[in-house]
């Protein structure tokens, strides 16, 4: 399985590589006041890239942290009742006994 994962990032940086070669262009970015930047191709891509993952990632790793924080929480509540609590020998069973009525039979 290891080999598969490998074999899959390899060829994916393979064809990035030969997108990037093929697509050298510059591309002209209107910025503010009239102002133009001539930027290559690959690297606004990988920065549109970038910028629409780094949302989800946080959004992602926030709610990670939000989870071991209760988590914790809880363990340490948990770990605080059972410390607190007195140890005592389990109670006995509550066994109906009928009445008797006195007689043997």
């Known amino acids: 399985m290891h080999f598969l994962k490998t074999l899959f990032w390899a ?3 393979v064809i ?13 970015i209107n ?4 102002l133009t930047a ?8 990988l920065l549109g890239a970038v910028v629409g993952f780094l949302p989800t990632y946080a959004v992602h790793r926030t709610k990670l942290w939000r989870l071991h924080r209760r988590i914790d929480n ?9 410390s607190s609590a007195p140890l005592s020998a389990p109670a006995a069973p509550d066994i ?5 009525t006195g007689t043997v039979e």
């Not at 910025?31 to 009239?34: D, E, K, P, Q, V």
């Not at 001539?38 to 891509?45: A, M, S």
């Open 74 to 82: 809880l363990e340490r509540n948990a770990l605080g009742a059972a």
């Open 31 to 34: 910025l503010w006041a009239g």
């Open 38 to 45: 001539d930027v290559k191709l690959p690297v606004v891509l």
């Open 96 to 100: 109906a006994i009928p009445p008797s």
């Open 11 to 13: 060829a994916l940086a």
């Open 16 to 28: 990035a590589v030969i997108f990037s070669l093929r697509n050298w262009v510059p591309v002209p």
